[in-house]
């Protein structure tokens, strides 16, 4: 079982930057493939970026801009978000998988964090 409490989003003005975190329960954290989705109004959940022991994987949109990184010794995943849009507005999600591999498939993510807002005003 892991559990997952994300945190770091508020607001911020266009071209701003942002830091989440996302704090995992759990001796096995390193074991995980971890990921960051989000979930604007009215549409659907989608995948940001994904790291795991294979490396680092990005959403089109966000590529040369957020930055993915963990840290093992601390149960903790890192989503550095830079040059912010209004298009980023959304509520972030942290997510584990089991897989080894870094995936983009939200079905493949087991455990879930409740989300953090990040509003990006123009």
């Known amino acids: 079982q892991v559990q997952l409490v994300e945190s770091g989003g508020g607001l911020v003005q266009a071209g701003g930057s942002l830091r989440l975190s996302c704090a995992a329960s759990?001796?096995?954290?390193?074991?995980?493939?971890m990921g960051w989705f989000r979930q604007a109004p009215g549409k659907e959940r989608e995948f940001v970026a994904a790291?795991?022991?294979?490396?680092?994987y990005y959403a089109d949109s966000v590529k040369g801009r957020f930055t993915i990184s963990r840290d093992n010794a601390k149960n903790t995943v890192y989503l550095q978000m830079n040059s912010l849009k209004p298009e980023d507005t959304a509520v972030y999600y942290c997510?584990?998988?089991?897989?080894?591999?870094?995936?983009?498939?939200?079905?493949?993510?087991?455990?879930w964090g409740q989300g953090t807002q990040v509003t990006v005003s123009s």
């Open positions: 997510a584990a998988t089991p897989l080894a591999g870094v995936t983009g498939t939200t079905a493949l993510y087991t455990y």
């Open positions: 790291i795991s022991r294979s490396g680092a």
């Open positions: 759990g001796r096995t954290f390193s074991n995980y493939g």
